[in-house]
Every structure is written in C-alpha cells, then in structure tokens.
C-alpha cells in the first residue's frame, strides 16, 4: 500500500507512520494494517474498525 497509516510504536512510545505496511486479515476476520516503524524498524500493527453493514 502506498498510503501512509500511523500507529502506536511501542519502542519509540509515540504514534509514528508505517513503512512497507500491507493489509492483513485477523484469524477472527477482522481487518489490520501490519508494517515497521519508519524511525526504529520495530513490527508494528493497528487494528482496523469494522466494516458497517
């Protein structure tokens, strides 16, 4: 994705934006966004909100 989504980074304690993030589906199928930090490189993950039906 090109788009930049900003997450908590749990290493720098501050919402920092994600590199190389890619949609993933949860194993309860739930959608979230997984990628590294752009400033450590630490994994990061943000849940996204549900679909509205």
Same mark, same amino acid.
């Given at each position: &994705?090109?788009?930049?989504?900003? +997450?908590?980074? %749990?290493?720098?304690? +501050?919402?920092?934006? &994600?590199? /190389? !993030? $890619?949609? %993933? =589906?949860?194993? !309860?199928?739930? /959608?979230? &966004? $997984?990628?590294? @930090?752009? =400033? @450590? *490189? =630490? *994994?990061?993950?943000?849940?996204? +909100?549900?679909?509205? %039906?």
């Amino acid at each position: &994705m090109s788009e930049k989504t900003e +997450a908590y980074c %749990v290493k720098c304690k +501050a919402k920092r934006p &994600m590199k /190389d !993030n $890619q949609k %993933v =589906t949860m194993k !309860n199928g739930r /959608d979230a &966004m $997984q990628g590294k @930090c752009e =400033t @450590c *490189g =630490t *994994g990061m993950y943000k849940i996204l +909100a549900k679909a509205k %039906v």
